[in-house]
C-alpha cells in the first residue's frame, strides 16, 4: 500500500535530542494514523506515538515528556522530537501506517510499516 521510509537516527550521548523522520511515499488512507515504536534485540516492538490526519496524538508511557510526535501533512511526513535521550532509549525506530484515524498501540494495528532506523545512546 503505502511506502515508509525513516531517517534521523544515530549515535549520541545521553541528553542528547534528536529528531526523527518518517516520509510516506504518497498521500493515501493507509497514511490516516502513523505510530512510532521501536524495539531493542531481544524485546517485543514498544509503542511510543501515535498521530493521526487531524492531529491528535497519543503517548506512550516510554515517551510522555521527552518525545513530541507531529505531522506535515503537504509533505507526507511525521517526525519524533526527542529530547534528554537516555541509554534505554537505544532501539531500532519504526514507522507505522494504518487507515482509520483511532490512535492504536498494538503493533498488529498497524499494516503498513518501514525499515527503521536506528537510536543508540551511550552513558
Known amino acids: 500500500q503505502v511506502q515508509l521510509l525513516e531517517s534521523g537516527g544515530g549515535l549520541v550521548q545521553a541528553g542528547a535530542s534528536l529528531r526523527l523522520s518518517c516520509v510516506a511515499s504518497?498521500?493515501?488512507?493507509?497514511?490516516?494514523?502513523v505510530a512510532w515504536f521501536r524495539q531493542a534485540p531481544g524485546l517485543e516492538r514498544e509503542f511510543v506515538a501515535a498521530i493521526n490526519w487531524e492531529l491528535n496524538t497519543y503517548y506512550g508511557d516510554s515517551a510522555k515528556r521527552r518525545f513530541t510526535i507531529s505531522r506535515d501533512n503537504a509533505k507526507n511526513t511525521v517526525f519524533l522530537q526527542m529530547i534528554n535521550l537516555k541509554p534505554e532509549d537505544t532501539a531500532l525506530y519504526y514507522c507505522a501506517a494504518r487507515v482509520t484515524s483511532d490512535l492504536i498501540q498494538y503493533t498488529d494495528g498497524y499494516a503498513d510499516w518501514g525499515q527503521g532506523t536506528q537510536v543508540t545512546v551511550s552513558s
Open positions: 504518497a498521500r493515501t488512507s493507509s497514511f490516516n494514523t
